[in-house]
């Protein structure tokens, strides 16, 4: 009777672990594959994505490279499956300088072209980006002071159009920069919240197209900085109910 009650015992604990292992099995499945999830968490791509928003990236938009894996391994170079980028879409890409930091931030320029700032105002290939002014924006979550910015719609060459923040037109390091020019294989990635974005204007540089890892797609979270831990109705409170499940554009 005993011999029958451990093979019992034995015979369970080999179907949980059988059953963790698949678990696990299908969710890097489903995170190498298919979609991965991804906190903000930066004021880089105000008013597009706050902080404390958490969205999904689909991996396999743009095919897969070595990125695309947990670790950057297997090592391998290039892409397989691969669908080239649009200009104007949000995607999480690996840091070039150290391939381990992810990043999010919109692409502005695609191969061969040349972008550059002058006086705030965006060029590419010589010419003048269109944005209207839309009115003022102010961020007061996440930041010791409240901050107020310039809003404007941009307007991109085919067409497409998304809002963007400024504080001036006279940030030197990011209004006034030489004329880049995009190397093939690559892409220039800018915030939203232009004046305090590091992207491709400086340490980020170009991006090549196998440091993508996906596009950004919708919301499936996001709360504001009211809520503390040892008070769980708080939790609820600082759910921003408008913002969840909102397709990222």
């Known amino acids: 009777m005993q011999n029958v009650e451990e093979d019992k015992k034995q015979e369970s604990l080999g179907e949980t672990l059988m059953t963790v292992f698949y678990a696990i099995l299908i969710a890097v499945t489903i995170r190498t594959f298919l ?12 008013p597009t994505l706050e902080v404390g928003d958490f969205l999904f990236v689909s991996k396999y938009t743009y095919g897969y490279s070595r990125h695309s894996f947990p670790f950057s391994f297997p090592k ?13 879409d949000i995607v999480v890409f690996k840091f070039p300088k150290d391939n381990k930091t992810d990043y ?8 061969g072209e040349t972008v550059q700032m002058k006086e705030g105002r965006l060029y590419i290939n010589d ?7 839309v009115g003022r924006y102010v961020i007061s979550e996440y930041t010791p002071f409240v901050q107020d910015f310039a809003e404007y719609t ?37 915030g939203d919240n232009r004046d305090n974005s590091n992207d491709s204007r400086k340490d980020v540089g170009m991006v090549p ?24 109705i708080s939790w609820i409170g600082a759910i921003r109910w408008e913002r969840l499940f909102n397709k990222i554009k």
């Open 35 to 46: 979609f991965e999830p991804y906190k903000i968490p930066s004021g880089s791509m105000y």
């Open 76 to 88: 391998f170079s290039g892409r397989i499956w691969s669908d080239l980028p649009k200009r104007g």
């Open 104 to 111: 999010i931030k919109r692409i502005i320029g695609l191969p």
């Open 127 to 133: 010419k003048l980006i269109e944005r209207k002014p």
């Open 154 to 190: 941009e307007t991109l060459p085919e067409g497409q159009t998304h809002r963007i923040i400024e504080h001036s037109d006279s940030v030197d390091t990011v209004d006034n920069t030489p004329k880049f020019v995009i190397p093939e294989g690559h892409y220039f990635m800018m």
């Open 209 to 232: 197209f196998e440091n993508i890892e996906g596009k950004a797609r919708f919301l499936f979270y996001s709360h504001d900085d009211t809520a503390v831990w040892y008070n769980p």
